[in-house]
């Protein structure tokens, strides 16, 4: 799930979904291709609206608000997905993606939300406070108060910013 939000690199200015070869070679890289399939142009744009709009859903994480109309716009990007509920072989509930193309793809990754959310471990997926960044990151931090991608990257970048933003409200006063 990570890896699909971070198929976009703003800081890096890196786009996996630039080309639909670039998407097929992402679906087929983290094993998610069904026989067959190539991705359309269609696809190609409605991935990246996915992905935006999956990107939005985790703000409240860090503590933003989620943009107006990202509800519905994610829904119809999801359109036709469909989920088929089955009890595996552990007993455990399954909920593999019926149909192929991107539809199955999508299937797979909204499954994977739907886990870590009962597991508690979705909350912990957050999107860097850096709009310049907007890496997506997993906040292994006790107290869950993490909102920069990675310190090194984004957070003391941001505290550098901040700290010269005060040094010269300071000077100029
Ligand atoms: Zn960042």
């Known amino acids: 799930m990570q890896s699909f939000l971070n198929s976009v690199d703003l800081?890096?200015?890196r786009e996996d979904f630039a080309t639909?070869?670039?998407l097929a070679t992402w679906i087929a890289g983290h094993g998610l291709a069904s026989?067959?399939?190539?991705p359309s142009e269609g696809d190609r744009l409605r991935a990246i609206e996915v992905r935006e709009g999956i990107r939005d859903l985790l703000l409240p994480h860090g503590g933003d608000d989620v943009p107006e109309g990202t509800v519905s716009r994610l829904n119809d990007a999801l359109g036709t997905v469909l989920l088929t509920p089955v009890f595996a072989e552990d007993y455990g509930l399954r909920l593999p993606p019926a149909g192929a193309g991107l539809d199955a793809v999508l299937g797979r990754l909204l499954q994977i939300i739907y886990a870590s959310s009962i597991e508690g471990t979705w909350q912990r997926l957050k999107v860097c406070r850096n709009d310049a960044c907007r890496w997506a990151f997993y906040d292994a931090s006790r107290n869950r108060s993490g909102v920069?991608?990675?310190m090194a990257r984004c957070g003391s970048?941001?505290?550098a910013r901040s700290y010269r933003r005060r040094a010269q409200s300071a000077s100029s006063r």
């Open 148 to 150: 920069w991608c990675t």
């Open 35 to 38: 026989p067959g399939y190539v």
């Open 157 to 159: 970048k941001m505290k």
């Open 20 to 22: 639909v070869s670039g």
């Open 11 to 13: 800081e890096e200015d």
